[in-house]
């Protein structure tokens, strides 16, 4: 069967959308163009849609409509219509009109509803796709279907017309249409993706209120989205949320956790995460085992990761590049330069061929024990051999140059790597500067960070931090604090690089300034920036401020870890604020945030504080029955509560359950 073919107007394309997607009233005015034949009346804001032209047409009602008919199913002319040739015309129409013409012939539902969901998956144009589906429920009445909906709503996401996702959301509804698990994870993902997480979490609670089962990747995708966006307490809480409706993780999923809980400084919760797995017959891999070690290694608990590799070998895991890479890392942390070396040349036995990681690695292991001959003979091995070197490899050498003092040698380095086509970038410079701090240079040091600051390149806070340590090393204090003083109106690094100096440099005042400055211009994308504000109060029991940075921080849609909510219960008791505190801990709980036993010791405290005893007993008594607390630290805890309220028989009835409890362990 022929289409009609249609030539597109230069125009853009404009389509008018349903009652149930508008938000900006339009009238129609005669004697005007397509696109200029709409006037902009009033604009109102909800929630279901956003920025969309309202129809000249009566607004949709179902009573005014005929009642949605079927068709029999061999009746269908699916087959004599080519649906290349359809969608190429369809792509020529320019307005609804010529696309409702266009589509006039199959208005008696002479295509089946199977035809024209495909036919709107394949339209990529979301105006078009929308004025189709309008077509399909208000000229041709077919009954409404789920999946064109879901593939409508599909089309406008990739567009990311969000407010219009919201209205197509409603429409469904009204239209008495089920969202399905398909149209919440199409929402959820296409949302978390734009990082717009509010709103993903928000669909999440609608599916999860509608019964609707989520899949494991669905849950997958938001965990993935968390961490991306370091918010692991949130993390935390959708990995709770899969685990309660009843879905086993994946590898895949067991391993972001891993990695999360790791983030989250919640080491004994990664760790146990690895027993849970083989309880649940899902086995431990390698990435499983080397992101346990990157996790310890990050956090210097470096004898607990070798207790990793000593029991990947006993299960006999196979080691790769990565694990290999870390070993020999860990090894130099622990003064075990030999078994590093041996690791190292062993490598390629195991069929794992070094890379310049390894080279790298190995060279820094080479220079913290002081073989500044093996460093060197490794370093110009790599050049023989032509293997690669980066800006890692010379950054390395200058730091082992600059322990020998070895100032010109380790600034021939420099010309060397830019000679080769290496930039130097901000360690290479506060290397270099902290090697001439030491040797004396300092006109050398100070003269280098000013011609960096006046040529543009980025000043991160540790080649700041690295030259007023400098200055004060040189008794040059007053400099010093002038370079602090600066980062109060920073021209040349970020807002958030600048208060992170301050913080650090203990500076509370100006980093308070420069952290509200930046809050309130909307700078404030890292969630470590927070979390270093709060630490710089709590050290400095500047309480109030700390909970003013933590309101702003939830506030920003950002979880708080572990250490963060121990700070923030710790202030609120100081302020004494204890139902404030009460609030933060259940909610926080309520939400899914796995918690340190420091935390739940912690509101354990405030409760004894106020003398609130039944929740003392309440809460201890839900931590007792909790297999990952540590129970003799809980029961010294509670007991220490009640002997400071002179409650001598409760204290002695926790320490007789202890003492029993340790004699049936035994």
Known sequence: MSTLMLTPSPSNYCFPFSQHRITILLHYTKHKTLRTNFILVSLSASSSSKDVWRKTTPPFSPSRHQPYRRKHQS??????????????????????HQLFALMSPYKDRTLSMRFMVTLLSRESDWQRSL??????????????????????LRNVLRAKQWGLAYGLFDEMRQRALSPDRYTYSTLITYFGKEGLFDDALSWLQKMEKDHVSG???????????????????????????LKSSGI???????????????????????????????????????????????????????????????????????????????????????DMAKEADRLFWSMRKMGIEPNVVSYNTLLRVYGEAELFGEAIHLFRLMQRKSIEQNVV????????????????????????????????????????????????????????FQKLRSSGVEIDQ???????????????????????????????????????????????????????????AGELKDIAVFECMIELYSSNRKYANL????????????????????????????????????????????????????????????????????????????????????????????????????????????????????????
């Open 215 to 241: 899949d494991l990747v669905l849950y997958s995708n938001l965990i993935e989205l968390s961490r991306k966006l370091c918010d692991y307490s949130k993390a935390i809480s959708i990995f709770s949320r």
């Open 248 to 334: 086993t993780p994946d590898l895949v999923a067991y391993n972001s956790m891993i990695n999360v809980f790791g983030k989250a400084k919640l080491f004994r919760e990664a760790r146990l995460l690895v027993k849970e797995m083989r309880g649940v017959g899902v086995l431990p891999d390698t990435v499983s085992y080397s992101t346990l070690l990157t996790m310890y290694v990050e956090n210097q608990k470096f004898l607990e990761a070798l207790s990793v590799f000593s029991e990947m070998n006993e299960v006999k895991c196979l080691l790769d590049l990565t694990t290999c890479n870390i070993m020999i890392d860990v090894y130099g942390q622990l």
């Open 75 to 96: 009746s269908y002319l699916d087959h004599s219509v080519d649906m290349d040739n359809l969608l190429y015309s369809i792509g020529q129409t320019t307005n609804e």
């Open 547 to 666: 909970i003013e940075v933590f309101e702003k921080m939830r506030g920003a849609g950002y979880f708080p870890n572990s250490n963060v909510i121990a700070l923030v219960l710790n202030a609120y008791g100081k302020l004494q604020e204890f139902e404030k505190a009460d609030m933060v801990y259940k909610e926080m709980h309520e939400e899914g945030c796995v918690f340190s036993d420091e935390v739940h010791f912690q509101m354990l405290s405030l409760y004894g504080a106020r003398r609130n005893y039944a929740m003392v007993e309440t809460l201890y008594e839900m931590l007792y029955s909790d297999p990952n607390v540590n129970k003799k630290e809980l029961h010294l805890v509670v007991a220490g509560i009640y002997e400071k309220a002179n409650r001598v028989n409760d204290a002695s009835r926790i320490v007789n359950r202890m003492t029993y409890r340790g004699s049936m362990g035994s």
């Open 131 to 152: 004025a189709l589906l309008d077509w399909i429920n208000e000229v041709a009445l077919y009954t409404p279907s789920v999946f064109a909906y879901n593939v409508a």
């Open 462 to 520: 540790v080649l700041y931090q690295t030259m007023i340590v400098a200055y004060e090393r040189a008794g040059l204090v007053a400099h010093a604090k002038r370079l602090l003083h600066e980062l109060k109106r920073p021209d040349n690094i970020p807002r958030e690089t600048a208060i992170t100096i301050l913080a650090r440099s203990g500076r509370i005042e100006e980093a308070t300034w420069v952290f509200r400055q930046a809050f309130d």
């Open 393 to 448: 490899t010379y950054n390395t050498m200058i730091k082992i140059y600059g322990k020998t003092l070895e100032h010109e040698k380790a600034n021939n380095l420099i010309q060397e790597m830019q000679n080769i086509g290496i930039e130097p970038n901000a360690i290479t410079y506060s290397t270099i500067i902290s090697i001439w701090g030491k040797v004396g240079k300092l006109d050398r040091a100070a003269m280098l």
